[in-house]
């Protein structure tokens, strides 16, 4: 007998029991807007269960609707070769520096341009802090990888195709530091240290494709 396959951007039962909601429905951009309200830009397509940003269209980022302070977040990516993207979280209006989030890092790592620090390949905690290369297995662009991202009072796990390889402690003095010498070190409040923000999912000029959004507040 097969196994039961559950459909992409579909719950189960289980993740319903626990509190899980879906960020895309698989149809429609519903819960995503640009940065500042406005519907998601024609740049950004669905096509058989997938959000895709289409290279070169200039669809710009989108972001949830809502806030999230403390959470589980689930997705899957898929990206070009050469690609650029990335998703942030705790993405916020900051009094100096504009508009800003932590970043989960996804890039091609052999072929995209930024790819020559450690803490911008895919998994980093873009600029600040790079994951654990030893634990870091990537799946080649054109194949979907998942990432998870927990984060929960100043605690925040970045996890890649189920493997947790990157963890560290919001405020810390090893965050302070990083965040000194990267190029967000001159933001008020402090980077990273907001209590709540907006998911966003980047367009960088280059095709990627998301799917299987989904969220549990913690």
Known sequence: MRAFS????????????????????????TGWTTADGKPAPAGWVIEKGTLTARKGAKGGDIVSIKQYADFDL??????????????????????????LGMEYQILDDQRAEDNQKENHLTGSFYDVLPPNPSLKKVNEPGQ???????????????????????????GSPAFTEAVATSKFSKTVPAFGTVQKGHILL?????????????????
């Not at 559950?6 to 951009?29: A, I, R």
């Not at 980047?202 to 913690?218: D, P, T, Y």
């Open 202 to 218: 980047q367009e960088h000029g280059h095709e990627v494709s998301f799917r299987n959004i989904k969220i549990k507040a913690l």
């Open 6 to 29: 559950q459909s992409v951007n579909t719950l189960s039962p289980q993740e319903k029991k626990e509190g899980w909601t879906l960020l895309f429905d698989g149809t429609s951009t």
């Open 144 to 170: 979907w990888n998942s990432i998870r991202i927990v984060a929960k009072g100043h605690q925040v796990e970045h996890w890649l195709n189920g493997v947790k390889i990157l963890d560290f402690t919001r």
């Open 74 to 99: 689930k997705l899957e990516y898929n990206i070009e070769p050469g690609g650029n993207s990335g998703l942030k979280y705790f993405y916020t209006n900051y009094a100096t520096g504009g508009n």
